[in-house]
């Protein structure tokens, strides 16, 4: 049974600063989407999550909120819902095959290295200066997300690829797949290396 505290919350849209008469705006597909206050723009960069802390859910991004003073967080979130600026996702769920197939994964930063000091890890950056450092699953998910016109034909692929390697026994399904970029796609988000954008159309 799903829960409040197993459904994931994840932002949508890449920030593009001031948006006409709106202080800040996000892009989300091919339209722009004004932000009008400061409790709203905060709401939605918390949704991002923080690095190292998932799941990342509605009662911990109310629990941030409410340590950034943020007013009204409860309310604030549900209309940027309302607006398509956050989304809820429970894992496991035919719900989350729709999410997925809507949206893509679009990455953000440069890979710079490996991180000689911590094994399994990557380093994204900018200019060659480490901003970011994932793991060797978020750090694959970052790198290929961009050929898939969505999450789910990304899970697809996967799963595909993964029936087709002879040393695994159990392959995983497409929606055990999912349920991994999930997580890789909050690990990401959190550590500014993506954004969610619109399912790209169907060529």
């Not at 006409?20 to 705006?25: K, L, V």
């Not at 723009?41 to 629990?63: D, I, K, M, N």
């Not at 007013?71 to 607006?83: F, I, V, Y």
């Not at 893509?104 to 480490?130: K, M, Q, T």
Request: glycine fraction near 8%; proline fraction near 7%.
């Amino acid at each position: 049974m799903t829960t409040n505290d197993d459904t994931l919350v994840l932002p949508v849209g890449h920030f593009i600063g001031r948006l006409g008469r709106a202080p800040y705006g996000v892009r989300v597909g091919r339209r722009g989407v004004g932000i009008d206050s400061d409790t709203e723009f905060q709401v939605w960069r918390l949704a991002y999550g923080a690095p190292g802390r998932r799941p990342w859910t509605r009662s911990a991004l109310l629990a941030a909120a409410s340590a950034a003073k943020q007013p009204d967080a409860e309310a604030t979130l549900d209309k940027l819902r309302s607006t398509g600026l956050i989304t809820e996702v429970a894992p496991g769920t035919p719900a989350a095959i729709e999410f997925a197939a809507a949206y893509r994964l679009v990455p953000l930063l440069s890979g710079v290295a490996e991180a000689a000091d911590v094994p399994d890890r990557h380093h994204l950056g900018v200019n060659g200066r480490p901003y970011a450092t994932v793991d060797s699953w978020a750090y694959a998910v970052w790198c290929w997300a961009p050929l898939s016109d969505n999450l789910w034909r990304l899970a697809q692929e996967s799963a595909a690829l993964d029936a087709e390697d002879p040393t695994e026994e159990s392959p995983a399904t497409e929606e055990d797949v999912l349920d991994d970029l999930l997580d890789a796609a909050q690990a990401l988000l959190a550590s500014g290396a993506a954004y969610l954008d619109e399912s790209r159309p169907t060529r």
